[in-house]
């Protein structure tokens, strides 16, 4: 079993800035990819950043230059969320997955949401 601490979700106007943090409980051995994915209403859930324990990233190409993420330590990652835009808006949901497997494990989402 893995607990998700998710947190840094809000309000922000377009253009500004939003961090999120993720910690997780336990790790998996070996090598694993933590990230974020996010799901906008009426929308399938899509892939917004990760990045493996080794330090490899893979962004969206809708947010790459903008968002940028981080192993800060084992047990967690954080994404940094700059020059924000409306389609933005979503609840983003950190994952944790082993490598070699297709298990992902989900903490319980927050909501971003860019409006003026």
């Known amino acids: 079993q893995v607990y998700f601490d998710e947190s840094g979700g809000g309000l922000v106007h377009p253009g500004g800035s939003l961090r999120l943090s993720c910690r997780v409980s336990?790790?998996?051995?070996?090598?694993?990819?933590m990230g974020w994915y996010r799901q906008a209403p009426e929308k399938q859930r899509e892939l917004v950043a990760t990045i493996s324990s080794g330090g490899m990233a893979d962004y969206a190409d809708s947010v790459s230059g903008r968002f940028t993420i981080s192993l800060d330590t084992a047990l967690k990652v954080t994404l940094q969320m700059n020059s924000l835009k409306p389609e933005d808006t979503a609840v983003y949901y950190c994952t944790l997955r082993p490598l070699h497997s297709s298990t992902h494990y989900w903490g319980q989402g927050t909501q971003v949401t860019v409006s003026s």
């Open positions: 336990t790790i998996p051995n070996g090598l694993y990819v």
